[in-house]
C-alpha cells in the first residue's frame, strides 16, 4: 500500500471523525442514523492512520506528492 493521502487530507478526516464522536456521544443522532456515522468516522480515522485511502486507490486520485530530491548538477571539468 503506497500512500496516497497528504497531510491536509489526514488532518480533515481526523477532525470530521472527531467532530462525528462528539455528536454521537452527546446524542444528536438518532440511534440508526448515529451508528452509521460512527462506522464512518471509523472508516475516516483508520485511513487517515494507514495514510492510504482504498477508494482514492480505485479510482487513481492522490493527494499526496513525495518531495523530490534535489539533484545536484555535475561539476564540469576546467578547461
Known amino acids: 500500500m503506497k500512500r496516497n493521502l497528504s ?12 467532530v462525528i464522536a462528539t455528536l454521537y456521544y452527546t446524542n444528536t443522532f438518532p440511534q440508526p442514523i448515529g451508528i452509521v456515522l460512527m462506522v464512518v468516522a471509523g472508516a475516516l480515522a483508520l485511513t487517515a492512520y494507514l495514510t492510504w485511502c482504498p477508494i482514492y486507490q ?7 506528492s513525495p518531495k523530490r530530491k534535489k539533484v545536484e548538477p555535475e561539476p564540469q571539468p576546467s578547461v
Not at 497531510?7 to 472527531?18: G, K, M, S
Not at 480505485?58 to 499526496?64: A, E, L, M, S
Open 58 to 64: 480505485f479510482i487513481g486520485f492522490r493527494t499526496y
Open 7 to 18: 497531510n491536509a487530507d489526514i488532518a480533515a478526516r481526523l477532525i470530521t471523525a472527531v
